[in-house]
């Protein structure tokens, strides 16, 4: 399906400029060039045009509010300046799959003042020593190359990022309950504890008087038939 047809299609009866986010991955380019999009699409945050045969961005529109692009498995080797004459504002922009070779092709992302992350995987230009270091300081704006910081720190993943939060968010509280309830038993368990430590002293206590109190007994009885032995042998005498 040519990429004209596609955007159709995707546009589903709707206005250019209600899109947000387009995707045209595998639709083919008959000349190369961009396409069907037009300086209509003025809400347009998120395009993806993912091996669909382009090697020149001259024909992109000005897409002001785009911050995402997904340019990968393309042929293009340059004219890369459009982005920042077209799409000032990107933060992302992915390259990997093209024909770049050379730092001199992307030196035009410089004007992309806002990009914060740039992938080049699968381009030529990787293979060039000390690729990382180069394209870091010819474009300082650039936090995150091929998906990595300069320190090899791995650039956060949104999606992922956001559904962390909302496991630490229902998490939360019931892990401060569990550890609330955990704090409450111990509580409870040591007063438990001391309290059957007191019952068992004191039940021991009561075992000790009574032996106490049965040994009198059985002494004073001792005693009494003692004494009524003494009687009796007084009374035989």
Excluded: H, W
């Amino acid at each position: 399906m040519d990429m004209k047809k596609r955007i159709t299609l995707e546009l589903r009866n709707r206005s250019p400029a209600e899109i947000a986010e387009l995707v045209v991955d595998n639709s083919r380019s008959a000349d190369g060039e961009v396409e069907g999009l037009t300086d209509a699409f003025t809400e347009l945050e998120f395009l993806s045009m993912v091996n669909v045969g382009l090697s020149s961005l001259a024909k992109l529109p000005s897409l002001p509010k785009l911050r995402k692009l997904e340019l990968s498995d393309n042929n293009l080797s340059g004219s890369l300046e459009t982005l920042s004459e077209k799409c000032p504002n990107l933060t992302y922009l992915n390259l990997s799959g093209n024909k770049i070779k050379e730092l001199s092709n992307v030196e035009a992302l410089q004007n992309l003042k806002s990009l914060q992350s740039l992938d080049l995987f699968n381009c030529e230009i990787t293979s060039l020593e000390d690729y990382r270091e180069s394209v870091f300081e010819l474009l300082p704006q650039v936090t995150y190359l091929d998906g990595f910081d300069q320190e090899d720190n791995e650039a956060p993943d949104s999606e992922a990022d956001d559904e962390d939060e909302d496991g630490e968010d229902g998490a939360g509280p019931t892990g401060d309950y569990d550890e609330e309830d955990d704090e409450e038993d111990d509580e409870d368990g040591s007063e438990g504890g001391e309290e059957d430590d007191e019952d068992e002293d004191d039940y021991a206590e009561e075992e000790e008087e009574e032996d106490q109190a049965g040994a009198q007994g059985q002494k004073r009885k001792r005693d009494a038939d003692d004494e009524g032995e003494d009687d009796d042998d007084d009374e035989d005498d």
